[in-house]
């Protein structure tokens, strides 16, 4: 067990930690990016690690990579990577802007190891994180316990671990080996037996239920997957380029400023951009999959559209799900093996993040422009959140659209801290 100071800690090495790593070497600050650690609990980086599918796309242009919107000349850039890699020709001629996913989350490990100066140490999960107080019990920093015994402390802590995950109430009384969340789909389908018949039913409309209804028929060949819609059908994503203005990052100043009444009207209006939508290339490749299997056959896959889970069971061994119409109210029972959840990620602060609040004595967690926790008063240590500030800074906070801008705000306001005078301030 070893004990170690940093002047900055990132817990989470996906792209909003490594899209501030870059901002932090880039930032020319004295000593900054040196004293900063990025904590990684698994082995290397993953985009989305459990949704790797090998078609699956990234559904944001690649030009919102790590830095490009901050810094075009920068070497850390997605198609100086390509070039790095012998790829960029190949790319070029693919004529998209949307690469594949598993290429995307290549960069995020390519843009890791190419950091000189900003640590990263994998196999580094964080078991419990506190705040370290000032005699006069203002805070000063903050330490964090890792599983492996170790210990960091550090002045400034910063959070990009993401949301947590979110199961309906409806689904908790199932065992845990017949449920999968979207965020755990990968690791878990490959423990599921492929030479038996297994019944799946996917529940969720937007992308990560469907990218599981479809991968759900290579992964288990001999499943028959039904998938569970509460809307009208599957629905593309909202792609006008004037609401696409609202993920610019110049707008996050127009919805920080808006009353709380605005912000709550935009973040319903653009859920069709982000939440409850499919991307149109995968709509077509899905419904072409349905097409050609009434022709052809097997009929393995259902749609059950307009449709709800009211309830939930084991009986006898199986899974049975109460199906409910929405068009006609009626509820029928559906027998299953194996459900698999595009449900989402809960809408609040995650659990780390309110459990520090907690012991920080805060009601509640109010976040500056400039991505730092209010904690309440004179503070020498500072809390920043990435990718959970929705409701403050806009959809696209919790997506990469604003991933380089939002570094830029984090160091500007850590160099200013740094530069200010000795006394503690909690501004």
């Known amino acids: 067990m070893t004990e170690q100071d940093v002047g900055v800690l990132a817990i989470g090495a996906g792209p909003s930690n490594l899209a501030l790593a870059v901002a932090l070497e880039e930032s020319g600050a004295p000593g900054l990016a040196e004293g900063a650690l990025v904590l990684e609990r698994h082995p290397d980086v993953k985009w989305q ?32 990577f390509l070039h790095d890699r012998d790829r ?6 693919m004529g998209t802007f949307h690469p594949f996913r598993w290429e995307l989350s290549d960069y995020l490990q390519w843009v890791a190891d190419s950091l000189e100066r900003v ?31 170790d210990t960091i402390t550090c002045r400034d802590l910063v959070i990009g671990a993401g ?39 996917v529940v969720g409309g ?18 028959t997957p039904t998938i569970v819609v509460r809307s009208i059908g599957f629905q593309v994503y909202q792609t006008s380029k004037f609401v696409n203005e609202l993920y610019f990052p110049s707008f996050v100043d127009d919805f920080h400023d808006a ?15 982000n939440y409850a ?28 559209a307009m449709t709800e889970v009211a309830a939930a069971r084991v009986e006898d061994g199986e899974v049975v799900l109460d199906l409910r119409d929405l068009r006609t109210g009626k509820t029928e029972p559906l027998t299953c093996d194996l459900v698999l959840l595009g449900t989402g990620y809960e809408p609040g602060m995650p659990a780390l993040v309110r459990g520090l ?71």
């Open 49 to 80: 690690r459990n949704l790797l599918m090998p078609w699956a796309r990234s559904q944001v242009s690649f030009l919102k990579d790590l830095v490009t919107l901050r810094n075009p000349r920068s070497r850390f850039s997605f198609l100086s």
């Open 88 to 93: 960029l020709d190949e790319f070029v001629n």
């Open 119 to 149: 640590r990263v140490r994998y196999n580094a999960e964080a078991t419990s994180v506190e705040p370290t107080r000032d005699a006069d019990g203002s805070i000063t920093g903050w330490r964090v316990r890792l599983s492996d015994g």
């Open 163 to 201: 949301r947590d995950a979110h199961v309906p109430g409806v689904f908790a009384g199932l065992p845990a080996d017949r449920v999968i969340h979207s965020s755990r789909y990968g690791s878990r389908i490959a423990d599921v037996p492929t030479d038996r018949p297994t019944r799946v039913v």
């Open 206 to 223: 937007a992308q990560s239920a469907a990218e599981m209804f479809m991968a759900v028929h290579q992964d288990l060949p001999l499943s």
């Open 259 to 273: 009353t709380p009444e605005f912000r709550a009207q935009v973040l319903d209006q653009m859920r069709l951009t």
């Open 277 to 304: 939508g499919l991307a149109p290339p995968f709509v077509d490749e899905l419904y072409g999959m349905l097409y050609q299997q009434k022709r052809f056959g097997p009929q393995r896959s259902t749609v059950r």
């Open 357 to 427: 609040a907690d012991q920080a004595g805060l009601s509640d967690v109010a976040v500056s422009r400039h991505y730092r926790v209010d904690l309440g008063g004179p503070a020498w240590g500072g809390l920043y959140l990435q990718g959970v500030n929705e409701a403050t800074h806009g959809m696209s906070d919790s997506l990469i659209s604003v991933l380089a801008q939002r570094s830029q705000d984090i160091v500007t306001d850590l160099v200013a801290r740094r530069g200010a005078p000795a006394e503690r301030r909690s501004a």
